[in-house]
């Protein structure tokens, strides 16, 4: 499977809103900006980890997969039925 783009399936900690993709929540308007930077941060080390498994070096793919989920976890895709 190939991930895109960050995941979007966060929401905002003050009052539990969707995110929609932009700085401010679009119910409370609190700042998001740091929340979309640490989604992406760990977006990006998801793909580095991809592209150590595809290198075959996993002890670089375990790191940033650890990594990674410290930062964010995404849902897991809905199975097909
Ligand atoms: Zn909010």
Redesign the pocket.
């Known amino acids: 499977m190939k991930e895109t783009r960050p995941s979007l399936d966060l929401?905002?900690?003050?009052?539990?809103?969707r995110f929609r993709g932009q700085t401010l929540?679009?119910?409370?308007?609190?700042d998001?900006t740091w929340l979309m930077r640490i989604a992406a941060h760990a977006w990006a080390l998801r793909q580095r980890c991809r592209a150590a498994l595809n290198a075959r070096d996993l002890s670089a793919a375990l790191r940033h997969a650890y990594l990674a989920s410290q930062l964010h976890l995404p849902k897991p895709p809905m199975p097909d039925l």
């Open positions: 929401r905002c900690p003050v009052c539990e809103a929540c679009s119910r409370c308007g609190s998001l």
